[in-house]
């Protein structure tokens, strides 16, 4: 069974920094794509980044092109690196797999089938 736990998040103030990281177990995500969606306070899930295995295809949302950066230290692992945080970047951050390995990330959450539980973060102006 594929679990994804996420750590990290929290409160910052603006302009601030945090890190987040997911660990995949179950199985191996080495070809496969591992990223980033979050859920502000009343809105909808949004993409936010993610890496394909197979590949090394990186993309981000517009909204946090600059400030996050996405790595992957180990196949199983990946990190999201937010900087320079802004208060309408507070939101519910999860992590989420998905089967596809092509050369370029998918954007939209039906094509991830794996979720972690969830971390918050919070961004005070």
């Known amino acids: 069974q594929v679990q994804l736990t996420e750590s990290g998040g929290g409160l910052v103030q603006d302009g601030g920094s945090l890190s987040l990281s997911c660990v995949a177990s179950g199985r191996t995500f080495s070809r496969y794509t591992l990223g980033w969606f979050r859920q502000p306070p009343g809105k909808e899930r949004e993409f936010v980044a993610a890496?394909?295995?197979?590949?090394?295809?990186t993309d981000y949302a517009d909204s946090v092109k600059g400030r996050f950066t996405i790595s992957r230290p180990n196949t199983d692992t990946v990190i999201l690196q937010m900087d320079n945080l802004k208060p309408e970047d507070t939101a519910t951050y999860f992590c989420?797999?998905?089967?596809?390995?092509?050369?370029?990330?998918?954007?939209?959450?039906?094509?991830?089938?794996?979720w972690g539980q969830g971390t918050r973060v919070t961004v005070s102006s």
């Open positions: 989420a797999g998905s089967w596809f390995a092509g050369g370029y990330v998918k954007k939209t959450s039906q094509f991830y089938d794996w």
């Open positions: 890496h394909v295995g197979s590949y090394g295809a």
